[in-house]
């Protein structure tokens, strides 16, 4: 892209951002609540809503949510936790009650709220509509929420008129955007923010496109909800290929994914789902689940998979959990397919004496081998017994696989045996170690083959101790011993030197140097390798809006540089901040890669410009958080 | 000609930036005397054309000589009085200013600075969380909270 385009697209881009914004949802343009949806009217002298932040403020302020109304000199909302704050000189009625107060914290949906008074004494007042339980208030009020928040948000509104909806979508009326400050087109009525997403019931027409690859597309849903009793979505997607000129593939393919869920009773349920692709491909399943008490439950299924060119698959499942308190969890499942197919597993798992645990496991499968009359039959199992105590843990394992088909034996018990880590010094030494034996043993047929292999690590690591007040060094070892059968043995071994030194305030030194080495021993022969490795990294962060760091690598046992990392992030105005990421190549001499990101913090989003040198794309992303 | 055309998308541009240039107002403006912020401190840097608070904090142990609360405001156009009350812990009321006139209003200010000290007896103060409200011009603008703990948790 050349730079005028990028300069012409980016002098756009306060333009880009609202609509690219409010495109991606074609309802925000024009569509008004309805008095049903509507939760809250708002009237103000001076009301503003941060896009951001997803806030309002106001000034005397006029509301409205059925059945009380009140003014008061302040507003302050919070949509995403739902906090809502009203204060100085608040006036509420109802009918032909009237209370005044300075603070009221409210819930508009619960028609509940906290009135609080400062006269001689604080007087707290509940409020609620009839019939409905007085609700626990939050006593959060939005500290963080400010008019000079809203004001250096990326976007945001002013108006005099907001509406928010049952679902806390914000609606405005003649409101005026700003983009980073700038005031830009004004809308008679715009819907601010689209709210919590929610599903209607009924078939939507989600998108019909074009592109030259996949030709024109549309996606259909159906959705059907019944609180708490039914919820089904359908969705249908094509693809039609014949438009598109030299495409060699299916000329259209039809998706259609269904999945309904039924709850009969609290502790009965059903669902159904199934796919369908045009070319040939299709499944289906059928489950039903009882909840026979709160731990013990059942299922039972029934599924159908057609895979394409072959032949479709009949599958009876049933499997249950069941936690019996001190005496285990145990869990069974089985499978049946109609060509004489099986699945079935097993596992128990319980803790004795509270630091003895216990789990066996058990499978066995017979499945189809291709189109072949044969079936592989495997059994497996496990049995793992662990201990573990303040000082110690140990653990063995047993596992067993079986192919009945092929008549192959595997056996493999291991043991784990590690010590906790423990402290020498008074603290300033942290010691590891464990260790792991593993026995193999295969059996085909008449022959046998055995294999053993045991492996010890121990690792040591210092406290950082200070020599002067911010310098500080640590220190870390670890050496590894691997033993075999074969003899493939070999011991490996290093350390690593952390020294940490404060120059000036907000300027920091990190040097590092490792050396690691792997030496591989048969008979009298050894052999191996050392590398060494030398780091230095420069922090500084002398403010919150300059914060970077450059690190060097040299390897010592060759005497040659290796490469260069650079980070700098600089905040330059309101939110916004530029960083870059350098990267030097000492080998090839050369600057490998520069990344640049041009980024603005916007509350629920982020607005990324990035620069990639080694890929040579220029990115805008807008990021949701 | 690509010069050209950059200087025509360059202006074009500012001109949508700025809304056509537009100097007319039509959205509304905040009120003035805008609270910029409250804090609890224990004691005022007066060095400067403006307060500061120094050793801000939200507990205070009975030892304690006093308790300020200082607050700034911004924008100040038109006459102003601001009055703190205080509540201890049973909610009840131990300290009204009453109204105190910060600005007369007869010039504008881009910021003021004013606070008020709750004096701290060591044997009468109740222990538990107070509340210091504060009114501009009768109306309520901000509620602090804070803590009163036994002068042997001080640190």
Known sequence: ?625 | MKRYLFLSVLVMSLIFLWDCISLKRDYPLPSENQLVSIHLCKKIDDSGDLLKPLDIKSEFTSKDDSVICFIRLKDIGTKIDLRWKWYSPDKKLVRDTGNIIVSQGDRYLAAATAYDRLQLDAENTAEGQWTVVIFMNDKFIAKKPFQISPSSLRL
């Open chain 1, 1 to 625: 892209m050349s730079y005028l385009r990028i300069t012409i697209f980016v002098f756009l881009l306060p333009f880009f951002i609202p609509l690219g914004l409010f495109a991606s949802n074609p309802g925000l343009m024009n569509e008004t609540p309805t008095e049903q949806d509507n939760l809250m009217s708002l009237k103000g002298e001076y009301l503003a809503y941060s896009y951001d932040f997803n806030q309002i403020y106001g000034e005397n302020v006029e509301l409205e949510f059925s059945p009380f109304s009140a003014t008061c000199r302040h507003i302050k909302i919070d949509i995403t936790p739902k906090i809502f704050y009203a204060y100085g000189n608040v006036i509420l009625e109802k009918g032909d009650e009237k209370l005044e107060g300075d603070e009221f914290l409210f819930d508009p949906k619960a028609k509940t709220g906290t009135l609080i008074s400062y006269g001689e004494k604080i007087e707290i007042k509940e409020i609620e509509d009839e019939g409905k339980e007085i609700l626990a208030q939050k006593s959060d009020v939005p500290k963080e929420l400010t008019l000079e928040k809203i004001q250096k948000s990326l976007i945001y509104f002013i108006g005099q008129a907001f509406d928010i909806t049952t679902d806390f979508g914000v609606h405005g009326y003649n409101v005026t955007l700003f983009v980073e400050g700038l005031e830009s087109v004004k809308f008679k009525k715009f819907r601010l923010s689209s709210g919590i997403g929610k599903r209607r019931n009924g078939i939507s027409l989600n998108r019909i496109w074009y592109t030259k690859s996949q030709g024109l597309i549309g996606k259909v849903s159906y959705f059907y909800e019944k609180e708490k009793k039914v919820n089904s979505l359908t969705q249908l997607n094509y693809e039609e290929h014949s438009v598109l000129k030299d495409y060699t593939g299916l000329k259209r393919q039809v998706d259609v994914m269904s999945s309904t869920t039924i709850n009969i009773k609290e502790d009965l349920n059903l669902g159904l789902t199934g796919n369908y692709n045009s070319s040939n491909l299709w499944n289906t399943l059928f489950w039903l689940n009882k909840n026979w008490s709160k731990k013990f439950s059942t299922q039972v299924n029934f599924s159908y998979n057609k895979p394409i060119n072959l032949k479709g698959e009949s599958w009876f499942g049933l499997q249950s959990t069941a936690d019996t308190g001190k005496f285990g969890n145990i869990s069974f499942s089985g499978k049946y397919e109609l060509q004489n197919q099986i699945l079935t597993s097993f596992s128990y798992g319980n803790t004795f004496f509270k630091k003895l645990s216990f789990l066996l496991s058990s499978s066995y499968s017979q499945v189809k081998i291709g189109e072949s009359p044969d079936r592989s039959k495997i059994l497996s199992g496990g049995v793992n017994l662990s201990y573990s105590s303040r000082i110690f843990n140990v653990s063995t394992d047993y596992f067993l696989n079986h192919d009945l088909f092929g008549d192959q034996l595997l056996s493999q018990p291991q043991v784990r045996l590690g010590f906790n880590p423990f402290q020498l010094y008074r603290g300033l030494i942290s010691a590891n170690i464990y260790n792991i034996f593993i026995y193999n043993n295969l059996k085909r047929g008449e022959a046998r083959d055995e294999s053993y292999s045991n492996n010890t690590v121990l690792t040591l690591s210092t406290q950082p101790i200070f020599l002067q007040k911010g310098f500080s060094l640590n220190y870390n070892f670890s050496l590894e011993q691997f033993v075999e059968k074969e003899g493939r043995n070999f011991t490996s071994g290093g350390f690593i030197f952390n020294l940490n030194k404060n120059i000036v305030r907000g300027v920091s030194f990190q040097g590092l140097y490792s050396v690691q080495s792997r030496r591989k021993t048969k008979d009298w022969l050894i052999e191996g390798t050392t590398s060494q490795d030398l780091s230095a990294v420069l922090k500084v962060n002398p403010s919150e809006r300059l914060n970077g760091w450059v690190s060097f690598s040299y390897d010592p046992k060759n005497s040659q540089w290796r490469q260069s990392f650079a980070d700098v992030s600089v905040g330059i105005i309101r939110d916004w901040k530029l960083h870059s990421l350098i990267h030097y190549d000492f080998l090839l001499r050369k600057v490998n890669n520069v990344d640049l990101y041009l980024i603005r913090d916007a509350g629920r989003f982020q607005l990324r410009f990035v620069w990639r040198s080694l890929s040579k794309q220029f990115l805008i992303e807008f990021v949701p958080r």
